[in-house]
């Protein structure tokens, strides 16, 4: 695992600088580009930033679980 950890990144989380990637939740085009486009992240492509809490992936049971959780606990702030 040489190489693998780097000192200048082995800081905290609240130290780290923000990233981000692509989430797959908003596509917006015409209908008539559907299916048609090899590669849609082109010139006119714009990205929308959300909230972690608005962007859970769910690929597997955990995930769906999770995202769950996130869902009922947004419930409750929002009946408060």
Do not use: C, H, W
């Amino acid at each position: 695992m040489s190489g693998f950890l780097q000192k200048k990144n082995n800081l905290r989380g609240q130290e780290l600088e923000p990233y981000y990637r692509i989430n797959g939740a908003i596509y917006i085009f015409e209908r008539k580009f559907v299916g048609a486009l090899a590669d849609i992240y082109g010139d006119k492509s714009y990205a929308y930033l959300m909230r972690q809490e608005e962007s859970v992936d769910i690929d597997n049971q955990l995930d769906f679980t999770f995202a769950e959780l996130m869902m009922s606990q947004t419930q409750i702030s929002t009946d408060r």
